[in-house]
């Protein structure tokens, strides 16, 4: 099941914050996403969308 975002601030918010992930790994995710929130303008139910869809793609499959 592949679950797209509406906006396109929070496509780049997702994009951004998994390669932030990559290259940054010792930053908590909360707090990519709170940086996400505010470089990309989010909703707070954006950014609660963007903790669950990169969670999940840090989980292992």
């Known amino acids: 099941m592949n679950i797209q975002p509406e906006g ?3 496509r780049k918010a997702v994009t951004w914050v998994l390669e932030e992930k990559k290259f940054n790994s ?3 995710l ?3 996403i709170e940086e996400a929130c505010l470089k990309f303008d989010l ?3 954006d950014a609660e969308f963007l ?3 990169t969670s999940l793609k840090d989980k292992p499959v």
């Open 51 to 53: 903790l669950r869809s």
């Open 43 to 45: 909703s707070p139910m």
């Open 8 to 10: 396109e601030n929070l």
């Open 26 to 28: 010792e930053k908590m």
């Open 30 to 32: 909360k707090e990519l």
